[in-house]
């Protein structure tokens, strides 16, 4: 059965300090990895997509890269800004179906 | 500026009652999803369609649940009877799949559901 585990379920920094978000996942055909942010009271935001082993992307104070099993979202130096829960979505070929782990929650003080 | 509608945005009823929560995906999307989120389970996938058809609802109750695309601009999601442990948001999220180079889901603002 297709699974998505995000760690830590919370997670508070300090402005500056960096730090990494992780998820592993077991899905059966995978067709990308999907990182979104989600706001307090608003619907999740596209961030990066990621297909295969060794794949990085980057925006601004994100970096997301893939393994087989799992995947890293890599904050530097972040800002209170970036105070938001952040989720992972695998989605499978054949059908698209695409589900999501539980969310890390960022608080990022000043 | 394209985005999915969803509404109610609110939506407060007494269990037992039928709730209809309805999505307007963005114009030429051919996938919609329905997702729930609480704070314990968190994002639950419960239904999704491509180009209108069913392709996978396991994610929801058979008995109360239901879930329909009339037409390429509306999805439905509908509980009856309603009860407490479906206080929930429901997210509806559109997308093209497969097209688009990053495969991302649009999502709507979601309608927050009390029962009680």
């Known amino acids: 059965e297709d699974q998505v585990t995000q760690s830590p379920e919370a997670l508070r920094l300090q402005e500056g300090e960096s730090s990494s978000l992780n998820c592993s996942y077991t899905v059966s055909g995978l067709r990308g990895l999907f990182w979104y942010r989600q706001d307090p009271g608003k619907g999740p935001e596209f961030l990066f997509t990621l297909y295969s082993a060794g794949e990085e992307k980057e925006k601004e104070r994100l970096k997301a890269t893939l393994t087989k099993k799992e995947s890293f979202l890599h904050i530097t130096a972040p800002k209170p800004e970036d105070s938001a829960t952040y989720l992972c979505a695998v989605q499978r070929t054949g059908g698209f179906k695409t589900i999501f782990g539980a969310g890390t929650r960022l608080f990022v003080k000043a | ?116």
């Open chain 2, 1 to 116: 500026d394209a985005r999915v509608t969803q509404t109610p945005r609110h939506k407060v009823t007494e269990m037992g009652q039928e709730v209809t929560m309805r999505c307007q995906p963005i114009l030429g999307h051919n996938t919609v999803f329905w997702y729930r989120q609480t704070m314990m389970q968190g994002l639950e996938l419960l239904a999704y369609f491509r180009n209108r058809a069913p392709l996978d609802d396991s994610g929801m109750p058979k008995d109360r649940f239901s879930a329909e695309m009339p037409d390429a601009t509306l999805a439905t999601l509908k509980i009856q009877p309603s009860e407490p442990r479906d206080s929930a948001v429901y997210f509806c999220a559109s997308g093209l799949v497969p097209g688009t180079v990053t495969g991302e889901l649009f999502f709507g603002e979601g309608s927050r559901l009390t029962v009680l």
